[in-house]
């Protein structure tokens, strides 16, 4: 850090930064019912898209965790009717809100500058091109709908008209305007975005400084490594624009590193009902590993990716969130209509009530009309789980 910044003002404990970064996220306090999963998603700024679909995908699970039982069907009219979102390189391939389409100008002018992903096409322009020329004639359409999506070899393998479609959405030519069973459906954004926002006005400073703002805000309270990593930016664009992002520096105890707020997170104190949920692992509350630890003493890891015989904690091992803290976790699957815990463990034996309240929530949403413990770390954490289900 350059020792030109603002020295901090204010000390945070440990316990109200938790609390501050709990309420920024919408897990503590009434949820804006009202507003919904639209309301949800400019709030965040950006809710991660992955392939991995368990009790269901996880910018499903992002609404769930927050505004209880939302219809699945009602998540998704929400991000993709009305022009309301569009989706995007952020923290990942991420659904974000329709007005930040000029924030990532900076984005795509790297992605233009640089000329192609990791494929190269054969012919970009005549590709391109005959690309552009299928949207405009019959509009949205799906890589399968354009001419394909591979050559016919491993994922990888791309077609050249997956490139190229691939490509123009790098770069803002085309945008992603909703996902149909799970591929991507492709518009043109001079069609899909409003007029009002469909530039690349915006010099790169003032794109990064708005993203950093509204890292902050919906984060609450963050280090300069947690501001960047909400939206993938690098630790000197964050330097470049804090001071003018409108955060507060502040002090948070037992963090070794500079933190900034959101000065609206400081207005008062954060209070109101904790939500007890479970937390898919794309989760923004979680999706900082280190940052996940800092703040709740709680070291998580995606097992998808590693060999079954080494997994700890399952495959697809959901946090426990109840009081405010991370209590344990589940991996969770179905079978026929009952929702199986596979594999559960519980940070403290008070634990087992809420982790029970959880996974009945849960069932019900995913339309399971019983629950089962398969495996736990012990089997008291069975028998207690187990106990609390039946109690119900």
């Not at 991370?326 to 519980?346: F, I």
């Amino acid at each position: 850090m350059t020792s030109s910044l603002p020295q901090p003002t204010l000390s945070l404990s440990a316990d109200e930064a938790r609390r501050i970064a709990l309420r920024a996220q919408g897990f503590l306090g009434a949820p804006d019912r009202k507003g919904g999963v639209r309301a949800m998603l400019r709030h965040l700024g950006a809710v991660q898209l992955d392939t991995i679909s368990v009790l269901a995908r996880s910018h499903e699970l992002i609404p769930y965790a927050r505004l209880g039982a939302v219809g699945r069907q009602t998540v998704e009219r929400a991000y993709w009717t009305e022009n309301h979102a569009f989706e995007y390189w952020s923290h990942a391939a991420c659904v974000l809100p329709i007005e930040e389409w000029p924030h990532f100008a900076f984005r795509r002018r790297v992605k233009r500058a640089h000329g192609y992903r990791w494929h190269k096409m054969r012919d970009r322009e005549a590709s391109c091109r005959l690309v552009l020329d299928r949207l405009t004639a019959d509009g949205p359409l799906t890589s399968t709908e354009l001419g394909g999506a591979k050559n016919g070899g491993p994922w990888w393998d791309w077609s050249e008209t997956k490139i190229a479609v691939e490509w123009l959405l790098d770069t803002g030519d085309v945008v992603c305007t909703e996902r149909r069973g799970w591929k991507r459906v492709y518009d043109l954004a001079g069609r899909a975005v409003p007029a009002e926002l469909l530039h690349d006005d915006l010099d790169d400073r003032e794109c990064l400084r708005r993203l950093v703002a509204l890292a902050g805000r919906s984060l609450g309270v963050a280090t300069r490594a947690d501001l960047a990593d909400y939206h993938r930016l690098k630790g000197e664009q964050v330097d470049a624009v804090i001071a003018d992002s409108g955060l507060v520096p502040v002090a948070v105890e037992g963090w070794a590193k500079a933190a900034w707020a959101d000065p609206a997170a400081l207005a008062e104190a954060p209070r109101g009902r904790h939500r007890t949920t479970l937390l898919s692992p794309f989760d923004s509350l979680v999706w900082d590993r280190p940052r996940t630890e800092r703040i709740f003493g709680f070291a998580h890891k995606l097992e998808a990716y590693v060999p079954k015989p080494q997994r700890v904690h399952g495959y697809f091992a959901m946090p426990l969130l109840a009081g405010g803290l991370l209590q344990g976790r589940v991996d969770p699957a179905r079978e026929g209509t009952t929702l199986v815990a596979r594999q559960l463990s519980l940070t403290t034996p008070k634990a087992a009530a809420p982790m029970a309240r959880a996974l009945r929530e849960a069932a019900e949403w995913v339309g399971c009309d019983a629950v089962r413990v398969e495996r736990a770390s012990t089997p008291e954490e069975v028998a207690a789980v187990t106990a609390e289900l039946k109690a119900l």
